[in-house]
C-alpha cells in the first residue's frame, strides 16, 4: 500500500505563491511517477503536472508552464508543487497522485490521464483571491 499526504494549501492574493508538499509512504515503484491534479468546484478534475522516480522527466498543463514546478526529493520521499504567480483561476482542491505503471510504456497523453494513477491523497485546498 501507499499513502500520500499533501500540504502547503491556503488562501493567498493573486500573484502570491504557494508550496505544496506530498509525503508518501509505503511501497515505492521506481519506474512510475508521481503527479499533481486538481478539481475546481462544478469541474473535472485536471491534470496540472508529473514527474518521473528519477526527477528527469516532468510535463505540465499548458495553463501553469512557467509558473508551476514540479521537484521531488526521494530521500524524503516527497514530492512538491512550487506555484508562483498565481491567478484566482488557480483555485481548487490539488491532489497528489501516485503511478504503479512503467512510464517507459506510457505515452504523454496517458501519464497526464488520472485513471493511470493508482493512490491518491486526501486533497489540500488552494484559493487564490483577486
Known amino acids: 500500500q501507499v499513502q500520500l499526504v499533501e500540504s502547503g494549501g491556503g488562501l493567498v492574493q493573486a500573484g502570491g505563491s504557494l508550496r505544496l508538499s506530498c509525503a508518501t509512504s509505503?511501497?515505492?515503484?521506481?519506474?512510475?511517477?508521481m503527479a499533481w491534479f486538481r478539481q475546481a468546484p462544478g469541474k473535472e478534475r485536471e491534470f496540472v503536472a508529473a514527474?518521473?522516480?528519477?526527477?528527469?522527466?516532468?510535463y505540465y498543463v499548458d495553463s501553469v508552464k512557467g509558473r508551476f514546478t514540479i521537484s521531488r526529493d526521494n530521500a524524503k520521499n516527497t514530492v512538491y508543487l512550487q506555484m508562483n504567480s498565481l491567478f484566482p483561476e488557480d483555485t481548487a482542491v490539488y491532489y497528489c497522485?501516485?503511478?504503479?505503471?512503467?512510464?517507459?510504456?506510457?505515452?504523454?497523453?496517458?501519464?497526464?490521464?488520472?485513471?493511470?494513477?493508482?493512490?491518491w491523497g486526501q486533497g489540500t485546498q488552494v484559493t487564490v483571491s483577486s
Open positions: 509505503g511501497r515505492t515503484f521506481r519506474s512510475g511517477g
Open positions: 497522485a501516485a503511478s504503479t505503471a512503467d512510464w517507459r510504456l506510457l505515452s504523454r497523453v496517458e501519464l497526464k490521464a488520472a485513471h493511470k494513477y493508482d493512490y
Open positions: 514527474i518521473s522516480w528519477s526527477g528527469e522527466r516532468t
